[in-house]
Nanobody
Framework: QVQLVESGGGLVQAGGSLRVSCAAS????????MGWYRQAPGKQRELVAS???????NYADSVKGRFTISRIMAKNTVYLHLDSLKPEDTGRYYC??????????????WGQGTQVTVSS
């Protein structure tokens, strides 16, 4: 079993900052990539940022220059630093991890999400 636990969301004013974190635990052989998605009410879940085991990062255009993803591989933990927040960044932020539980079995896992609300 693998669990992803997110933390760090909250309410912040526009222009403010937050950091959300996600820790993966359980039967993990190796993590291929971790990322953050968000879903606003009435909208589809969208990729915000991702990072591979090799450190390659990918960002949605809407967050480039404002959000930064980082990870501590030894702790199976990924962080998302959210700066210059806008009301349209409001949503539930979900952690995702693609990983091997042994040398053969790869799967994709999701956390339960953490709410980020940006007031104008």
């Amino acid at each position: 079993q693998v669990q992803l636990v997110e933390s760090g969301g909250g309410l912040v004013q526009a222009g403010g900052s937050l950091r959300v974190s996600c820790a993966a635990s359980g039967t993990i052989a190796s993590i291929v990539s971790m990322g953050w998605y968000r879903q606003a009410p009435g909208k589809q879940r969208e990729l915000v940022a991702s990072i591979t085991a090799g450190g390659n990062t990918n960002y949605a255009d809407s967050v480039k220059g404002r959000f930064t993803i980082s990870r501590i591989m030894a702790k199976n933990t990924v962080y998302l630093h959210l700066d210059s927040l806008k009301p349209e960044d409001t949503g539930r932020y979900y952690c995702d991890a693609g990983l091997y539980t042994d040398c053969q079995h790869w799967d994709d896992y999701w956390g339960q999400g953490t709410q980020v609300t940006v007031s104008s």
